[in-house]
């Protein structure tokens, strides 16, 4: 471990599962290498018990102050990314999940490939909104997630025919691919991110060769899975798994709609949207 990444998980957010004794091992590595003074690493230990317990606090009390964080290098903060993202996968139940995690886990094993990082309108509105959800319930993923942004090749997705997909989603949504076959980590048949889509608006009914799995991270928002179906609401960290062709439609919440993806087989071949007579009584809200 380095004395970077140290003096990083040293600031990581109190309250996620195991962050605490994260932070002692990082703790334990700086006092190792003699950044850290006997009765901070004591402070550490003491916090390590609770992961909800604010070592800052425990250190405040004492009159001592934390080490200074050190930026990462965008390696290290995609790699923190996977890793959150698998925990979260991991503490997950469902169908589906087995798949994703096995199709993630060879990119553990790799260096990330430069690729641009353009501007994105959509993530600049919104993914501060869903972040700030997020870090309520899950702070870890949240941190990794906002330090890993700017560094994904985000894009909004423009193989639908707009007169099919509808007037409002084509504007109004962005993902990442972090793990795929032309991603940050390469992996064949198998595509792996974070997708972004603002509030209230529909994504119309489709479907597509491709196994999917959803895990969405802010919520509720609404689902379908037959075109012209009723909505029914889930929350955050539901998982949705579509198997090939299943037709499904998300209508988003009041927040913005952010979500881990995973495409498990067939990632080349296209989406196709599905009829549906009731799309008019959605889309003008999303207007």
């Given at each position: 471990?380095?004395a970077?990444?140290?003096r990083?998980l040293l600031?990581?957010?109190?309250?996620?599962?195991?962050?605490?004794?994260?932070?002692?091992?990082?703790a334990?590595?700086?006092y190792?290498?003699?950044?850290?003074?006997?009765?901070?690493?004591e402070?550490?230990r003491?916090?390590?018990?609770f992961?909800?317990?604010?070592?800052a606090?425990?250190?405040?009390?004492r009159?001592?102050?934390?080490?200074?964080?050190?930026?990462l290098?965008?390696?290290?903060?995609?790699?923190?990314l996977?890793?959150?993202?698998?925990?979260?996968?991991a503490a997950?139940?469902?169908?589906?999940?087995?798949e994703?995690?096995a199709?993630l886990?060879?990119?553990?094993?790799q260096?990330?490939?430069?690729?641009?990082?353009?501007?994105?309108?959509?993530?600049?509105?919104?993914?501060p909104a869903?972040?700030a959800?997020l870090?309520?319930?899950?702070?870890?993923?949240?941190?990794a997630?906002?330090?890993?942004?700017?560094?994904?090749p985000?894009?909004?997705?423009?193989a639908?025919?707009?007169?099919?997909?509808?007037?409002?989603?084509?504007?109004?949504h962005?993902?990442?691919?972090?793990?795929?076959?032309?991603?940050?980590?390469?992996a064949?048949?198998?595509?792996?991110?974070?997708?972004?889509?603002?509030?209230?608006?529909?994504?119309?009914?489709?479907?597509?060769?491709?196994?999917e799995?959803?895990?969405?991270?802010?919520?509720?928002?609404?689902?379908?899975?037959a075109?012209?179906?009723?909505?029914h609401?889930?929350?955050?960290?539901?998982?949705?798994w579509?198997?090939?062709?299943?037709?499904?439609?998300?209508?988003?919440?009041?927040?913005?709609?952010?979500?881990?993806?995973?495409?498990?087989?067939?990632v080349?071949a296209?989406?196709?949207v599905?009829?549906?007579?009731?799309?008019?009584?959605?889309?003008?809200?999303?207007?």
């Amino acid at each position: 471990m380095t004395a970077a990444l140290s003096r990083h998980l040293l600031t990581a957010p109190h309250g996620s599962p195991g962050s605490a004794r994260a932070r002692y091992a990082a703790a334990m590595a700086l006092y190792a290498e003699g950044a850290l003074s006997p009765a901070a690493l004591e402070a550490y230990r003491e916090a390590s018990a609770f992961d909800s317990l604010d070592p800052a606090q425990v250190l405040a009390d004492r009159g001592l102050a934390p080490p200074p964080a050190q930026p990462l290098p965008p390696a290290a903060l995609l790699h923190g990314l996977l890793a959150e993202a698998d925990r979260l996968l991991a503490a997950t139940q469902g169908a589906g999940l087995a798949e994703t995690r096995a199709g993630l886990a060879p990119a553990f094993r790799q260096s990330p490939r430069p690729m641009p990082a353009p501007a994105n309108a959509v993530l600049a509105a919104h993914l501060p909104a869903a972040l700030a959800a997020l870090a309520a319930t899950d702070p870890a993923l949240a941190q990794a997630i906002a330090a890993a942004a700017p560094h994904l090749p985000w894009i909004t997705y423009d193989a639908y025919d707009p007169a099919r997909i509808g007037p409002f989603f084509p504007y109004a949504h962005a993902f990442a691919s972090l793990v795929g076959e032309a991603a940050l980590f390469a992996a064949e048949g198998y595509d792996f991110g974070l997708f972004l889509v603002a509030p209230r608006v529909l994504y119309r009914d489709h479907a597509h060769p491709a196994a999917e799995l959803y895990l969405p991270l802010t919520g509720p928002h609404r689902w379908r899975f037959a075109p012209g179906a009723p909505f029914h609401e889930k929350p955050a960290f539901a998982p949705v798994w579509n198997p090939p062709h299943r037709p499904h439609a998300t209508l988003t919440g009041d927040l913005p709609f952010l979500a881990l993806f995973a495409w498990t087989s067939d990632v080349a071949a296209p989406a196709y949207v599905l009829d549906a007579p009731d799309w008019a009584l959605f889309e003008p809200a999303a207007g």
